[in-house]
Nanobody, 111 residues
Framework: QVQLVESGGGLVQAGGSLRLSCVASGTIFSNIGMAWYRQAPRKERELVSVISSGGTTRYADSVKGRFTISRDNVQNTVYLQMNSLTPDDTAVYYC?????WGQGTQVTVSP
């Protein structure tokens, strides 16, 4: 059974940074693509970034140049480095892979 566990969320001031982590278990991590999504209050869940098994990355236009997705296939972990955060980035961030969602981690950016 695949499990994804996120961590790293919190409260930060605008302009600050956070790094989210998602540890995967129950799967051959190096073979799978992974993604980060987010859901802000009263909004639909949206794709933030994707990384393929080979390391190819894609980003939503709203985070390009500010967020970086990466993976460590030894630690079975995918990361999301978030810089220059704004209040519009406030959301619950979810890790996704192999048809499975993590529990989410709250990111709150104050003005």
């Amino acid at each position: 059974q695949v499990q994804l566990v996120e961590s790293g969320g919190g409260l930060v001031q605008a302009g600050g940074s956070l790094r989210l982590s998602c540890v995967a278990s129950g799967t051959i991590f190096s073979n799978i693509g992974m993604a980060w999504y987010r859901q802000a209050p009263r909004k639909e869940r949206e794709l933030v970034s994707v990384i393929s098994s080979g390391g190819t990355t894609r980003y939503a236009d709203s985070v390009k140049g500010r967020f970086t997705i990466s993976r460590d296939n030894v630690q079975n972990t995918v990361y999301l480095q978030m810089n220059s955060l704004t209040p519009d980035d406030t959301a619950v961030y979810y890790c996704y892979g192999v048809g499975t969602w993590g529990q989410g981690t709250q990111v709150t950016v104050s003005p």
